[in-house]
């Protein structure tokens, strides 16, 4: 998602303007705009125009609209975002009050306005307009004088780097100059590398490539960087792993990702993160159900009482028509965030998340033991209607 403007005032209230640019853009779009916030967006509108003599003619236009949204649809497989709603500044093309449908497009602009912007909204902005903060696994798929630098996150990889360069074939008496291209070559993807990785997220970084280049060129880098004393490379030597592609191009990497080495070797990355820390869930409401709770109202006592270690909560929950619901669901983020406690979002379009929306969307591993709160009923409890 790219970022073009963001002015919220002081009481919270604002504008943010962004331009989806990939389809996991439309579902963090999807998590940001609820009902009766105002969004403007490019829309085309079928016009009827009358002629002097009293013929009609329909022409398709162009025009920029501005809803007040009452209902919100995303189309998963399309991943097609449909907000509709009354018009509420004057058009020419369409009266106010009118109702309009607005389909949010990829690489099109469209501003969104709240009367409130709280903490979770905003965290779903900086998440989704710097995707390079959250891709824990990097990948450089090469071959020789192609290589493509890419960062994967939980939904989709992003190509930082293309690196294209001719290296001069192997022929009698010109072996040298081979030699030199492919060393050429080799040292940008290095300095790709330490351009566009950061270490300190990262956990795995593939090489893949056809034959030996990815063999070759990870010991030149290791060399190079034990000769000019590269540190960052040196320590995360582990991280790297090399396996087969069929070429030096980004499609390769579906191969290499489905590869079950790698797979296993990935396990610790984000969205393998979530299913691990709701394994952990289960595991301690088994084995110390004091420690792990499920539903709102245990929640929320545990969050008061700042017991919470983690607490993991569904997207789904802060797309509730109810303002005030979604209002107690980011009270409870915050007091958890103020306490020192860990939040895990889980995405309802991951496995996980299914699983966590089973559970009422919302849990918690707390840091010591509650029993009294067993003795809570949930017959007040209301999060199953919350959807």
Same mark, same amino acid.
């Given at each position: 998602?790219?970022?073009?403007?963001?002015?919220?005032?002081?009481?919270?209230?604002?504008?943010?303007?962004?331009?989806?640019?990939?389809?996991?853009?439309?579902?963090?779009?999807?998590?940001?705009? @609820?009902?009766?916030?105002?969004?403007?967006?490019?829309?085309?509108?079928?016009?009827?125009?009358? *002629?002097?003599?009293?013929?009609?003619?329909?022409?398709?236009?162009?025009?920029?609209?501005?809803? @007040?949204? /009452?209902?919100? !649809?995303?189309?998963?497989?399309?991943?097609?975002?449909?907000?509709?709603?009354?018009?509420?500044? /004057?058009?020419?093309?369409?009266?106010?009050? +009118?109702?309009?449908?607005? #389909?949010?497009?990829?690489?099109?602009?469209? $501003?969104?306005?709240?009367?409130?912007?709280?903490?979770?909204?905003?965290?779903?902005? !900086?998440?989704?307009? #710097?995707?390079?903060?959250?891709? &824990?696994?990097? +990948?450089?798929?090469?071959?020789?004088?192609?290589?493509?630098?890419?960062?994967?996150?939980?939904?989709?990889?992003?190509?930082?780097?293309?690196? #294209?360069?001719?290296?001069?074939?192997?022929?009698?008496?010109?072996?040298?100059?081979?030699?030199?291209?492919?060393?050429?070559?080799? =040292?940008?993807?290095?300095?790709?590398?330490?351009?566009?990785?950061?270490? =300190?997220?990262?956990?795995?970084?593939?090489?893949? @490539?056809?034959?030996?280049?990815?063999?070759?060129?990870?010991?030149?880098?290791?060399?190079?960087?034990?000769?000019?004393?590269?540190?960052?490379?040196?320590?995360?030597?582990?991280?790297?792993?090399?396996?087969? +592609? @069929?070429?030096?191009?980004?499609? *390769?990497?579906?191969?290499?990702? +489905?590869?079950?080495?790698?797979?296993?070797?990935?396990?610790?990355?984000?969205?393998?993160?979530? $299913?691990?820390?709701?394994?952990?869930?289960?595991?301690?409401?088994?084995?110390?159900?004091?420690?792990?709770?499920?539903?709102?109202?245990?929640?929320?006592?545990?969050?008061?009482?700042?017991?919470?270690?983690?607490?993991?909560?569904?997207?789904?929950?802060?797309?509730?028509?109810?303002?005030?619901?979604?209002?107690?669901?980011? /009270?409870?983020?915050?007091?958890?965030? &103020?306490?020192?406690?860990?939040?895990?979002?889980?995405?309802?379009?991951?496995?996980?998340?299914?699983?966590?929306?089973?559970?009422?969307?919302?849990?918690?591993?707390?840091?010591?033991?509650?029993?009294?709160?067993? !003795? =809570?009923?949930?017959?007040?409890?209301? !999060?199953?209607?919350? &959807?």
């Amino acid at each position: 998602m790219k970022l073009i403007s963001k002015n919220i005032e002081r009481d919270g209230g604002g504008v943010v303007s962004l331009i989806p640019e990939n389809p996991e853009d439309m579902w963090h779009a999807y998590n940001l705009i @609820s009902e009766h916030d105002c969004v403007s967006a490019s829309t085309i509108r079928k016009v009827q125009t009358e *002629s002097a003599t009293g013929s009609t003619n329909s022409q398709r236009v162009r025009t920029t609209l501005t809803i @007040s949204v /009452e209902t919100i !649809d995303f189309d998963t497989q399309a991943c097609v975002l449909r907000l509709k709603g009354r018009n509420i500044v /004057e058009n020419q093309y369409v009266k106010m009050g +009118a109702y309009h449908t607005l #389909d949010l497009e990829l690489n099109r602009k469209f $501003v969104l306005k709240k009367l409130k912007w709280d903490s979770v909204a905003l965290d779903r902005i !900086d998440m989704a307009c #710097d995707p390079t903060q959250h891709a &824990d696994v990097a +990948a450089v798929v090469m071959q020789e004088g192609i290589a493509h630098i890419c960062l994967i996150t939980s939904n989709m990889t992003i190509v930082r780097a293309k690196i #294209d360069q001719p290296i001069p074939r192997k022929r009698k008496g010109f072996i040298s100059q081979h030699e030199k291209g492919l060393t050429r070559f080799y =040292e940008s993807v290095v300095q790709g590398i330490l351009r566009h990785v950061n270490f =300190e997220i990262v956990k795995c970084i593939i090489i893949a @490539s056809p034959g030996f280049v990815k063999d070759q060129f990870f010991e030149y880098m290791m060399e190079q960087a034990s000769k000019t004393d590269i540190k960052i490379l040196i320590e995360n030597k582990s991280k790297f792993m090399l396996v087969h +592609a @069929s070429s030096g191009f980004k499609h *390769s990497l579906k191969e290499v990702l +489905a590869d079950p080495t790698v797979v296993a070797r990935i396990s610790d990355t984000k969205a393998a993160g979530e $299913v691990k820390i709701l394994e952990q869930f289960y595991t301690i409401l088994q084995t110390d159900p004091s420690r792990a709770f499920y539903g709102k109202k245990h929640v929320k006592l545990a969050a008061e009482a700042q017991a919470i270690e983690v607490l993991l909560i569904s997207d789904k929950l802060f797309r509730c028509q109810d303002i005030q619901t979604r209002k107690e669901y980011v /009270e409870i983020v915050d007091s958890v965030k &103020d306490a020192g406690g860990d939040v895990k979002i889980f995405s309802s379009m991951h496995v996980s998340g299914e699983q966590l929306d089973q559970v009422t969307g919302i849990a918690a591993i707390l840091r010591f033991p509650m029993p009294e709160l067993e !003795d =809570e009923t949930d017959g007040e409890d209301d !999060d199953t209607d919350d &959807d």
